[in-house]
């Protein structure tokens, strides 16, 4: 009864094998990663897309099986996004994501950092300026729980001791995780944030500095403003400066969906985010850095000398590594 | 999509013969690099809601016994410092992981879905259909950051003395990044905006027995009783492709009474006397086989007969 079998029936049982094959390598692949599949099966995996995306073509042209095409359709979708999607290993990523991508990225937002900086100055400048003439607004910039009764009605005794406290030897790790974790959250904040046109971004910026303006004014008016400068500086380094790059990706966002230029807005937008993205990753790490040395550094090191050793130093060591030029071609391929 | 000039598509160009509008208005055209467009289908913001509370509720109960862990391992080391110190450790870093990594780890495996939209058949693409990039999977997964935690922060933060004014203020800030995606056709939230990625479905899908194989079988079983279907010309060129796909659908649901009532509607409209002997399935396998030869033939002269109001 052969002749009576439809075109598009024998179409079918002549490829159907290779269909299959396929999605059993799609499926391998989808359960495992790329590695999980030999290197012939890897071989043949794109040949096998191209057969059945050939036969998806053939098969709308010629064939009537609602299902068959359904089928097709879906197993090409799922080859097409293994076939051509990411499969860099995941080390050449990390590679290449500290290599080039974040500071490429640090470099390519300056504009957007020098404002948060100057944003983060104005807040400070600001709050220093009011502080020191009347003490009461103290209360307005730092909350209650931060100031850890540290406010201006203090003694110099009472603020030299938070200084160079000790009683937190015992939990220096957690200090240092719980620091990481709540700033990370602030700094994601300042990226998401930037969506809304810059402005909650630019405010909390402003307000971040002001904090730290309070603090100043509070510790110099009573003399201590070189310790507090050792106290601050050791981890404000790497963590002012990596909410100012947070800033900055949030900046990026906004800018890019208020002036998208000559591309489309939501093109502009994806293009800044992807960027902005690389750099916040930049910014996780700065900050896992600063948890490390606000949690154990500070607390270890009671010399307000090593202190600002240490701060120059992290200072020099992050501006050179994302600012100095530096050889070599172009960026590697991301993904 | 909009913009594309009319050389850029043939009119002969293949079009959909089966799907309702209102599915269509979801599809979009992915072709690839060999130039076949495999129209693929944008998630409905109900499947994506659905996935997101699904992956909510595996991190929270994932933060239950994270937490419990932790109060057993406190507990069962008698609680001296050291041991609380690392167990304070592996909770805050657990709980930092299960908010912010845990979308970024599942989706940048080769699924490109997490848990929640693989039982949804969802994944991630790229928005103009090439590599899903690492740093495109952490930018929409940073700004979940706005579009979750900013409004539960609001809620919770709720009753404290803030103004009325302010509240709503909040609201309806709130709400332009939570419900963004019912105002935009592609249905992307802003973190797939920001990242230039969509939701895309890519079932699993099995391939199925095919129809005019079956009805092939029966009617040779049949044939061999004497009792073979012979249609005219003017009756298989009573219906389209869509009415064919309606009968694929109603074969392999196999549902009696349907199936007596589309043969019903079938005989009227040919002009078929039913036999004697004559099964409404055997009828319809019958049918079918005759219809897809017939519109299948006509296909390899280049005329596709999409309806039955569309000339034969």
Known sequence: MAELRLKSVRFRAEREADWLRLEALVDKAERGSAASLTDEELLAMPVLYRASLSSLSVARATSLDGALIDYLESLCARAYFFVYGARTRALDRIRGFFANDWPAAAKAAWRETVASAALTALGAISAYLLVMRDPEWFSTFVPGGLAEGRGPDASTAALRATLFDTHHDQLLSVLATFLFTHNAGVALLAFALGFAFCVPTACLMVVNGCVLGAFLAVFIQHGLGVEVGGWLMIHGVTELFATMLAGAAGFRIGWALAFPGERTRVEAVGAAGRQAAVLMGGVLCMLFCAGLLEGVGRQVIQSTAIRYVVAATSGVIWLTYLYAPRGGGPALARG | ?312
């Not at chain 2, 072709?31 to 996935?51: F, I, K, N, Q, Y």
């Not at chain 2, 879905?113 to 929409?140: E, H, M």
């Not at chain 2, 006397?273 to 390899?300: C, H, I, K, Q, V």
């Open chain 2, 1 to 312: 999509m909009g913009r594309r000039s009319p050389v850029a598509r043939p009119p002969n160009a293949w079009t959909p013969a089966v799907g309702e509008p209102a599915e269509d208005r979801l599809v979009r055209e992915l072709v690839t690099p060999e130039g076949v467009d495999l129209r693929v289908r944008l998630a409905e913001t109900s499947e994506r809601a659905a996935a997101f509370l699904l992956d909510a509720a595996i991190i929270i109960v994932g933060l239950i016994v994270l937490t419990f862990a932790a109060i057993a391992a406190l507990v069962g080391t008698g609680g001296n410092e050291v041991s609380g110190q690392v167990v304070a450790v592996i909770w805050l870093l657990g709980a930092f992981l299960a908010r912010n990594a845990y979308f970024i780890f599942f989706e940048l495996t080769p699924r490109a879905a997490t848990p929640g939209k693989r039982a949804l058949g969802l994944r991630v693409a790229a928005r103009n259909g090439g590599r899903l990039t690492a740093d495109a999977i952490f930018a929409r997964n940073a700004m979940r950051e706005l579009e979750v935690f900013v409004p539960l922060t609001f809620l919770i933060s709720q009753g404290s003395q803030v103004d009325a004014w302010l509240d709503l203020l909040g609201i309806a800030w709130c709400s332009i990044f939570v419900f963004f995606p019912l105002f935009n056709r592609d249905r992307l939230r802003v973190g797939d905006m920001v990242a230039g990625t969509w939701v895309v479905k890519a079932p699993r899908r099995k391939l199925m027995a095919d129809v005019a194989e079956t009805a092939l079988a029966g009617q040779v079983a049949f044939a061999g009783r004497g009792a073979a279907f012979v249609f005219t010309q003017a009756q298989v060129d009573a219906y389209g492709a869509k009415e064919l796909h309606v009968l694929e659908d109603v074969l392999r649901r196999t549902e009696a009474r349907t199936i007596a009532a589309v043969a019903e509607r079938i005989r009227a409209k040919i002009g078929w006397l039913r036999g004697e002997s004559e099964s409404d399935y055997a009828f319809l396998d019958a049918y079918y086989l005759a219809l897809r030869g017939r519109l299948e033939s006509r296909l390899l002269f280049g005329r596709r007969r999409r309806d039955k109001f569309d000339k034969p």
